[in-house]
C-alpha cells in the first residue's frame, strides 16, 4: 500500500501564489507516474500536472501550463505543485495520486480511474 498525504492547501488572492505538497510513504514502487488533480465544486475531477517519477518526464493540462510548475525532491518522496498567477477559477479540492505503472502513453494518466492510490485532498481557495 502506499500512502499520500498533501497539504499547502489555503486562502489567497487572485494573482498570488501558493506551493502545495504531496509525500509518499509506504510500499511505493521504485518507478510511477504521480499526478494532481483537481475537483472544484459541481465538476468532475480533472487532471492538472503528472510527472513520471524516474525520467521527470511532466504533462501539463493546457489551463494551467505557464503558471503552475511540478516539481519533486526523491529523497523526501515529495511532489510539489508551484502555482503562480493564481485565478478564482483555480479553486478547487487539489488531490494527488499516484498510477504504479509509469510505462503507458500520455493519455492513459489524464482519466482518474487509471490511478492506484489517491490522497485525502487539500483545498484551495482562490478570491477576487
Known amino acids: 500500500q502506499v500512502q499520500l498525504v498533501e497539504s499547502g492547501g489555503g486562502l489567497v488572492r487572485a494573482g498570488a501564489s501558493l506551493t502545495v505538497s504531496c509525500t509518499a510513504s509506504g510500499r511505493t514502487p521504485s518507478n510511477y507516474y504521480m499526478a494532481w488533480f483537481r475537483q472544484a465544486p459541481g465538476k468532475e475531477r480533472e487532471f492538472v500536472v503528472g510527472?513520471?517519477?524516474?525520467?521527470?518526464?511532466?504533462y501539463y493540462a493546457d489551463s494551467v501550463k505557464g503558471r503552475f510548475t511540478i516539481s519533486r525532491d526523491n529523497a523526501k518522496n515529495t511532489m510539489y505543485l508551484r502555482m503562480n498567477s493564481l485565478k478564482p477559477e483555480d479553486t478547487a479540492v487539489y488531490y494527488c495520486a499516484v498510477a504504479a505503472n509509469p510505462y503507458y502513453s500520455q493519455t492513459y494518466y489524464l482519466t482518474e480511474e487509471n490511478y492506484n492510490y489517491w490522497g485525502q485532498g487539500t483545498q484551495v481557495t482562490v478570491s477576487s
Open positions: 510527472i513520471k517519477w524516474s525520467v521527470s518526464y511532466t
